[in-house]
């Protein structure tokens, strides 16, 4: 503690000297493609030739289930042989770099197969069947979504991932062919968290993916975003309830930055109010949710597409939230009033420059289905949401050395490729600040319009300095201690 990570949001990427990151080596955008989604109605029907195979470095197709009896895993919906699978290797016809991940498990999957699955005289046998299906379908990796390991189970979870490992890692690769890779997702629990055993999992997966949503719904007692980039009014200082905590709580058990992927939902969840009149975070609620929306059908959920057009219609009324950085709509619908707390273009945008800045391995979308990809509903084209995400990653300032990322006297450090934060607040920096000190609006987050404009903040706190290319985004700066 004491020590303070400062996001700085600012145009840089035109700087002599400064590369840009292209397609080839920008960060992980992971994509989810669910395989029920195409059972959905209307716009919200989702299909493989929906997806937009340039707009993700990772498509994940989830799910598959274990066979308990086979010992190994096994797809599960009747189309897959001759349309989903068939379709996804398409998408890699169309991108070679696109890296098709298979999804085992899912938040319905039953535990009975992850215990089968982990036993000591199934797990290696289990491992080395996965590699063969992984290599049979043509998959480029594994994805391991238990959800989630307790006490009793702890140990199965391990054994689990290091047995996939020594698979992967003895597999004869052929020419042409690359190493597996094993990914697993975990919950931004703060209980949960030793359960993965998260210092001898960084020495065994590739990536660990941060589930960092559902920390409110309809289940809470009070109103509250379910994914705030920082924590929100009247959240306690010990909470845990944000993404930045999320990542922090898995960075400080051992896994390193460079390995964490930040979980974004393209999804919202709602609440029921006692008066529109009530609706602040942390304001009580009735304690109830709405009915499912049109297409989705899942009480208390919204997909962006579905949100959206509350915004659209001009009938209900958003708020963006200056500590949180998300925004919430709320509203009358069927004589009921509605609050929906969700992500769109803005807030999705600036928690990817989040994960750019900390020098994490990038970011992940739950789900593709849930974004606007028809571009028929919130008006911004097709995947407002993950074209933001690749907007700052296609503009994140690329580097080969901590010179590299220097903007008028002001450094920043090299991460893992990319331009990062260094630690350490430049806001005191007198050279470019004499007498601009900058009042904080709420705790660690300082507007950029307390200075004369946004070229002389530039100046004071150049480092990760793009965001402001992004027209729909005000330039902010946020002081994180860590």
Not at 107 to 130: D, E, H, R
Not at 217 to 231: N, Q
């Amino acid at each position: 503690m004491g020590a303070s990570f400062v996001l700085r949001a600012l145009l840089c990427f035109f700087i002599s000297g400064m590369l840009v990151a292209t397609a080839e080596d920008k960060k992980m955008i992971a994509c989810y493609f669910t395989n029920w989604s195409q059972y959905r109605t209307g716009v919200g029907s989702f299909k493989t030739e929906h997806i937009d195979p340039h707009l993700c470095t990772h498509l994940f197709f989830a799910f598959a289930k274990i066979n308990e009896t086979r010992n190994t895993i096994e797809h599960i919906e009747w189309n897959y042989d001759t349309v989903l699978h068939p379709g996804i290797l398409k998408l890699k016809q169309a991108n070679p770099k696109l890296k098709l991940i298979l999804s085992v498990g899912g938040y319905n999957a039953a535990l009975s197969g992850w215990t089968s699955a982990s036993q000591m005289g199934n797990v290696n046998t289990f491992a080395n069947n996965v590699v063969s299906y992984l290599r049979r379908d043509q998959f480029d990796g594994v994805d391991i979504d238990w959800e989630v390991p307790d006490q009793t189970t702890k140990s199965g979870y391990f054994r689990l991932m290091k047995a996939l490992r020594s698979a992967i890692d003895k597999e004869q690769v052929g020419n042409g062919e690359e190493r597996l890779l094993l990914i697993t997702d975990v919950a931004a629990n703060k209980n949960k968290v030793q359960y993965y055993s998260p210092y001898q999992l960084a020495k065994v997966v590739d990536y660990v993916i941060v589930m960092a949503y559902d920390f409110y719904g309809s289940w809470s007692e009070v109103i509250g975003h379910h994914s705030p980039l920082f924590l929100q009014d009247k959240e306690p200082a010990d909470s845990f309830f944000s993404q930045h905590q999320g990542v922090e709580m898995w960075r400080q058990s051992g896994v390193p930055l460079d390995k964490l992927v930040l979980g974004l939902a393209a999804y919202g969840r709602s609440m029921l109010l006692t008066s529109t009149s009530v609706h602040r975070p942390g304001d009580r609620f009735t304690g109830k949710y709405p009915a499912g929306a049109p297409y989705t059908k899942e009480a208390g959920f919204y997909a962006y597409y579905e949100a959206c057009n509350f915004v659209k219609q001009g009938v209900w009324t958003e708020v963006y939230m200056p500590n949180a950085r998300v925004p919430y709509v709320y509203g009358t619908l069927n004589t009921q009033a509605v609050w929906i707390g969700y992500d769109n273009p803005k807030s999705i945008t600036e928690k990817s420059v989040y994960a750019v800045s900390r020098g994490m391995a990038g970011v992940m979308l739950w789900a593709l289905d849930f974004d606007d990809f028809t571009g028929t509903v919130c008006g911004n084209g097709k995947y407002p949401l993950l074209k933001a995400i690749n907007t700052v990653f296609d503009k994140a300032p690329k580097c080969s050395a901590d010179k590299d990322c220097e903007l008028e006297g002001v450094k920043g450090v090299c991460v893992a490729g990319f331009c990062g934060c260094a630690q350490g607040s430049y806001i005191s920096n007198k050279n470019f600040c004499t007498g601009k000190e900058l009042p904080a609006v709420s705790p660690g987050v300082y507007p950029s319009t307390s200075l004369d404009d946004d070229s002389h903040a530039a100046r004071c706190l150049a480092n990760v300095a793009w965001l402001s290319a992004l027209s729909f985004v005000s330039v902010f700066i946020v002081v994180v201690q860590f």
